[in-house]
Structures are given as C-alpha cells and as structure tokens.
C-alpha cells in the first residue's frame, strides 16, 4: 500500500506544475523531505499528509494506494451527468490499457 505514495506525490507534483521547493514551501517541510518522500525514503506525518491531500483535493486513500481513484466531487451534478462522466473516465483507462500494451 505505501508503495504507491512516492509516486502519486511525484505525479500530482508534476501535474501541478510545481517543483520540490514550492511544494516543500506550500507544506511547510524541506525539499529534501519532498525528494524522500517521492523516493519512498521517508514518509510524512499524519498532519503533512494531510496537508499533502488537501493541496491536490485528493484522498489520503488514493495518495497511500489503498483508493485506485482520486476524489471527484460530483455532488454537484445529476445522475444523468454522472453517468457520463463516468462513461468518459472509463473509456480513457480502456484507451491507456491499450497503449500499455
């Protein structure tokens, strides 16, 4: 399960555009405690987690693997629209399976 931290924190970082230090910076820890934590060398307390997960509106589950999916909030949408975003989301992993390939 922590296996999957050090690189969904690298992708969200990136995705983000930020570097290690404006990351570090928003968290108030080190760069090098951004480096170890995308290296799976060290991971962070509960409350720079936590942190961690409010930065890029994600779940503390998706950043520590035990969720496959970041959270959307779709309260704001009918059941309709949820159905479509829905399709949508599942055809672009049935599309990068494929690439995988």
């Known amino acids: 399960m922590v296996l999957y931290f050090g690189a969904r924190l690298r992708k969200l970082r990136k995705e983000s555009e930020l ?5 570090a910076d928003k968290l108030d820890v080190t760069k090098a ?3 170890a934590y995308e290296t799976n060398a060290k991971y962070p307390s509960i409350e720079v987690l936590i ?37 949508i989301v599942n055809e672009f992993i049935h599309l990068n399976s494929k690439k995988d390939r």
């Open 19 to 23: 570097t290690q230090q404006q990351l």
């Open 33 to 35: 405690s951004i480096s």
């Open 51 to 87: 942190k961690i997960a409010n930065t890029f509106n994600v779940s503390a589950d998706y950043l520590l693997g035990i969720s496959e999916s970041a959270h959307f909030d779709n309260s704001m949408l009918t059941d309709e629209q949820s159905l479509i975003v829905s399709d």
